[in-house]
């Protein structure tokens, strides 16, 4: 498996992905064409230096995406953090460890930017993604909150 930076080409599959989930299944739209504001919201991740749209291709196939962010702070002496979102592997390709090579390649992206932690959220729902990160070494350290402003947002 390869990662690599996505491209607009990878568009139809990255937002298959994201619907590819019991979740958030139906939370986003993969019917062609895209709805336009995905190719806006990829114009502005893929102009931004300090974010990261990836891909993980296998023979060929996009089978996997993650958003990196590098996040500069103050805390911790101005330490840079890196964010990982929107993690998912092709349903079909669960429990082979593909996510937790993902999730490696992901921390060294961040570490080879300097970000001194790296933070990522998960669904209260989502017990299953919570033993796998457990797995991976990674703890529960905080409470999540947010706020909806549009209530299209699911």
């Not at 702070?73 to 990982?84: K, P, S, T, V």
């Not at 017990?127 to 909150?145: I, N, Q």
Request: charged share 30%; aromatic share 8%; glycine share 10%.
């Amino acid at each position: 498996m390869i990662f690599r930076d996505a491209t607009l080409a990878d568009l139809p599959a990255i937002v298959a992905l994201l619907d590819d989930d019991d979740l958030s299944r139906g939370r986003e739209d993969a019917s062609l064409p895209l709805d336009p504001r995905y190719e806006m919201a990829f114009v502005d991740l893929d102009s931004d230096p300090n974010q990261r749209l990836i891909v993980a291709e296998r023979d060929g196939v996009v089978v996997g995406t993650m958003q990196l962010s590098f996040l500069p702070g103050i805390a911790f002496h101005g330490a840079r953090r890196g964010q990982i979102e929107a993690v998912r592997i092709a349903s079909s390709l669960r429990g082979q460890g593909l996510g937790g090579d993902m999730i490696e390649w992901a921390v060294e992206q961040c570490r080879g930017r300097g970000c001194r932690l790296v933070q990522l959220m998960s669904m209260r729902d989502r017990l299953d993604a919570h033993r796998f990160y457990e797995k991976l070494g990674w703890t529960k350290s905080h409470f999540g909150f947010k706020l909806k402003l549009d209530q299209d947002l699911g």
